[in-house]
T-cell receptor, first 111, second 115 residues
């Protein structure tokens, strides 16, 4: 069974700090990984996608993928209170592109 | 450029009734996915559809649940004879054809409450 595990948190960081969110996956066939942000009572919003080993940066966000270690992470630099949300890590592989998600990590950024 | 649309946003049903959830994908998107999110749980895949075809329904319960994506109109997730355990948020996601089809965009969700 394909599993995606996330550090469940909650994770609390001060404003301006770096928030580090981690995710491991069990299916070596997984090809693509996605980070979604979900505010309470809202729908998931795509933050980052990553397909290749290494780092991918977009503004304050950096996604890291290590397929050998089956590990994905999301770094948020200069964290803001508006970053406070649950972050979902999702992986897909195979021909149907369905996403398997972890349970999410609740991040709180304290002003 | 409208995003994924879902309706109703909130739905209340009594046990034994039917629930119909609708999803209109983003313009130009031909792939539709349904996910369920139970309280305090992660998102769970239910079914993947393209126009007039169910591609993968491995995450959908065998009883009472069905989905369709007709040639014309929205995708429908139908739950017959609802039970309290069906109370959840149901999200639809869509993705474009071609190489970008792995990237899914979620709708606002339908919150189903079964009394």
């Amino acid at each position: 069974q394909k599993e995606v595990e996330q550090n469940s948190g909650p994770l609390s960081v001060p404003e301006g700090a770096i928030a580090s969110l981690n995710c491991t996956y069990s299916d070596r066939g997984s090809q693509s990984f996605f980070w979604y942000r979900q505010y309470s009572g809202k729908s998931p919003e795509l933050i980052m996608s990553i397909y290749s080993n290494g780092d991918k940066e977009d503004g304050r966000f950096t996604a890291q993928l290590n397929k050998a270690s089956q590990y994905v992470s999301l770094l948020i630099r200069d964290s803001q209170p508006s970053d406070s949300a649950t972050y979902l890590c999702g992986g897909s592989g195979g021909s149907n592109y369905k996403l398997t998600f972890g349970k999410g990590t609740l991040l709180t950024v304290n002003p | 450029n409208a995003g994924v649309m879902q309706n109703p946003r909130h739905l209340v049903r009594r046990r034994g009734q039917e629930a119909r959830l609708r999803c209109s994908p983003m313009k130009g998107h031909s792939h539709v996915y349904w996910y369920r999110q139970l309280p305090e749980e992660g998102l769970k895949f239910m079914v993947y559809l393209q126009k007039e075809n169910i591609i993968d329904e491995s995450g959908m319960p065998k009883e009472r649940f069905s989905a369709e994506f007709p040639k014309e109109g929205p995708s429908i997730l139908r739950i017959q004879q609802v039970v309290r355990g069906d109370s959840a948020a149901y999200f639809c996601a869509s993705s474009p054809p071609g190489r970008a089809r792995e990237t899914q965009y979620f709708g606002p969700g339908t919150r189903l409450l079964v009394l």
